[in-house]
C-alpha cells in the first residue's frame, strides 16, 4: 500500500514538469525521503542535454547528474536555496545561482559554458604587490598570495562585481567587470588609509600561535610608546574590540576564545606606527 502511494506520488510530480523535460529524469528523496515540492536541474550544451557529468549541490547535499539522463529532479521544502552546479569536465564553468520554491516543481535550465579565470592583483601606491588583501568576487572571498594575485577559477561569461580591502587601507568597494576572455587580468591599487602626522605604516607586528583556538601573543616593535591601541575586525570590516593597552614590555596577551572560527585582522597602533595583521583562529 505505501510502495503504491509512492508510486502515485511520483507519478503526479512528474507530471508538472513539461513533457519535453522529463525523459529519463533521475529523482533524488532529499533527507531519505520523497516530498513535494521540489527542483528539476535540466542541463544543456546548445541544443542538447549535456553529455558530460556533473554533481550538482542542493541544500547541503550533493546529487550526481547522469549524462544519459534529462536531468536531476530534487525534493525538498518550500524556501530559497542556492545550488552550485560542477560538470566534471575542468574546461566548463562551474554554475552558481539562487532558486526559490513554492508549491510546484521548478525547473531550473542551466547552459553549461566554457570555463573563464579571473586573476586580481592587489598593488600599493608604490606598486608594491599586498599579500592577505582580501578579494571578494561574486560573493566568494580569497586572499592575495605574496606575489598580490587573488584567482577565481571555472567562472561563465557575464558581468560581476568584485571589492578589494586590506586593514590599513582604503577599501575599493563593488567593482563591476565584464568576464569576457579566457584569462581576465586585473590590477588594483589600493591607498593607505589617513593616519595622523608622521605616522607610517610597519611590517614589524608578529602574532603567534598563528592559526590560534585562542590564546594569543602579540609582539610589538620598539618604540611604539607607553600604551598602544588594539584593535579587532572581522572580514566584513566590523570593530570587535578596540581597546588602549599597555605596550610594555612588547608583548601582548589576548584570549580569542570566545571568538568564532574564522579569519580576523588585528591592528595595532602606536607612537606614529600601525601594522594589520591576519589572524586565523579555530579550534
Known amino acids: 500500500m505505501k510502495r503504491n502511494l509512492i508510486y502515485l506520488l511520483c507519478l503526479f510530480l512528474l507530471q508538472q514538469i513539461p513533457a519535453q523535460d522529463r525523459t ?41 547528474y547522469n549524462p544519459g539522463s534529462g536531468g536531476t529532479l530534487v525534493f525538498c521544502s518550500q524556501g530559497t ?20 520554491v513554492a508549491s510546484n516543481i521548478v525547473t531550473v535550465k542551466i547552459e553549461i559554458a566554457d570555463a573563464h579565470r579571473i586573476d586580481i592583483y592587489a598593488k600599493d601606491q608604490a606598486l608594491a604587490a599586498l599579500q592577505d588583501a582580501a578579494v571578494k568576487f561574486d560573493g566568494i572571498t580569497r586572499f592575495t598570495d605574496t606575489t598580490g594575485l587573488a584567482s577565481f577559477n571555472r567562472y561563465p561569461l557575464g558581468t560581476y562585481t568584485y571589492s578589494v580591502s586590506k586593514p590599513g587601507y582604503s577599501s575599493l568597494e563593488n567593482q563591476t567587470l565584464e568576464v569576457m576572455a579566457q ?30 583556538c585562542g590564546k594569543l601573543f602579540v609582539t610589538l616593535p620598539e618604540n611604539m610608546g607607553i600604551e598602544v591601541t588594539l ?8 570593530v570587535l574590540f578596540e581597546n588602549k593597552i599597555a605596550c610594555s614590555p612588547g608583548l601582548i596577551n589576548l584570549d580569542l576564545s570566545g571568538y568564532d572560527n574564522g579569519v580576523y585582522f588585528i ?9 594589520a595583521v591576519k589572524l586565523v583562529k579555530n579550534q
Open 231 to 238: 584593535r579587532i575586525t572581522n572580514l566584513n570590516g566590523t
Open 81 to 100: 536555496y542556492s545550488y552550485t552546479v560542477t560538470p566534471e569536465d575542468a574546461s566548463k564553468a562551474i554554475i552558481r545561482g539562487i532558486i526559490t
Open 183 to 212: 584569462v581576465e587580468k586585473i590590477g588594483v591599487t589600493l591607498k593607505p588609509s589617513v593616519y595622523g602626522i608622521g605616522e607610517t605604516p610597519v611590517n614589524t607586528l608578529k602574532l603567534f600561535p598563528n592559526p590560534t
Open 24 to 64: 529519463n529524469i533521475n529523482i533524488h528523496a532529499g533527507n531519505g525521503s520523497l516530498r513535494s515540492p521540489g527542483v528539476y536541474f535540466n542541463l544543456v550544451d546548445g541544443w542538447w542535454s549535456y553529455q558530460g557529468n556533473a554533481i550538482i549541490s542542493f541544500d547541503g547535499s550533493d546529487y550526481a
Open 267 to 275: 591592528t595595532v597602533r602606536g607612537n606614529r606606527f600601525v601594522n
